[in-house]
């Protein structure tokens, strides 16, 4: 049986998720894996809001449970850091001890991208920290994102994949995400 | 021996994040738990940037990998949704089984905060969605946040906690914090 690899990101926001889950689903097959795309549209339309996601949920989640690993766009979406249901997902998925990997379309630093997003941080020259606009210290690690995210990926081996594109292709450039399935590949066979 | 919980949130970025964490932690002992507050400036200071970021992370990971239950400060932080780092530790926790709760300091749907944070946000009308500046759908399910984190909530029995605050109170005040202990002291007496 194939492995499989949960594809974890923010394409699912994009008007065409669908496409782009199976471009993903068909690269995986090119390695041998089956790519699970968390399609929330395909769960039954018919429920109400409150319901519909909760089943989106509950599908998302049995779906990690049954991936040997997880592969998540975490390019900056929306700010500085990645889609937060993405980031969810790593951490769940840390937690099922299974194999994480990561990708993110943009390059710079977390503080890089803050300061960017918040021309009021400021640097605390008493306590060499920079702070933004509400005085609440910028991580300054020299990570692309928070370090729970960045150091997961470091702990698992396979350092968050960093593949700088221009904004238009920032959400579908799958270069990245094609290099953490040669990380995940040589892993499985190792 | 007192059942352990983790103190998630952004307050380990703010100027006066120890008393802050003292403060829950007080709170803990009231109700005959002890609190896990991750305080980074704890770790020992003479490592590199690298270095200190992965010593955080393990040492937080063993924290919520100790804790019986982690209760995470959701309230929008740099955006329309939660500290990502916050985030990741409460998908961590939901993958080990512990028991989640959350609160919020902040009111609104994730629809409304975003569009508030996004000028150039537009309804789609052909797809019955609203969509951000880039084009990509603003998640709709009356929710507070993106549905991974609300559902895991309201998948463990306690839904996110909704506590509006004036700004200058958002990070610190803790009445959701109190509700969230109630909640967590009724379920270990269940």
Redesign the interface.
């Known amino acids: 049986m194939n492995r499989k690899i949960y594809l974890a990101g923010?394409e699912v926001?994009?008007?065409n998720a669908a496409a782009l889950g199976r471009q993903k689903q068909a690269l995986c097959r090119e390695y041998g894996f089956e790519g699970l795309f968390p399609l929330d549209s395909e769960i039954a339309p018919r429920l109400t809001?409150?319901k519909?996601?909760?089943a989106?949920?509950?599908a998302?989640r049995r779906m990690i449970e049954s991936a040997d690993s997880l592969i998540a766009n975490l390019t900056p979406f929306?700010?500085?850091?990645?889609?937060?249901?993405t980031?969810?997902?790593?951490?769940?998925?840390?937690?099922?001890g299974r194999m994480t990997l990561g990708y993110t379309n943009e390059a710079g630093t977390l503080l890089d991208k803050?300061r960017a997003?918040?021309p009021a941080a400021s640097r605390d020259a008493a306590?060499h920290v920079w702070?933004?606009r509400?005085?609440?210290?910028?991580?300054?690690?020299?990570?692309s994102?928070?370090?729970?995210?960045?150091?997961?990926l470091?702990?698992g081996g396979a350092s968050l994949l960093i593949n700088p594109c221009i904004e238009d292709r920032c959400?579908t450039d799958l270069a990245g995400f094609r290099a953490c399935l040669d990380l995940v590949q040589r892993a499985f066979a190792a």
């Open positions: 923010p926001f994009h008007p809001a409150t519909m996601a909760m989106i949920y509950r998302n929306r700010g500085p850091s990645a889609d937060p249901g980031v969810f997902e790593l951490g769940y998925a840390a937690g099922l803050t997003a918040d306590r702070r933004d509400l005085g609440l210290e910028i991580e300054d690690f020299g990570l994102d928070n370090l729970m995210i960045a150091c997961c470091d702990a959400l």
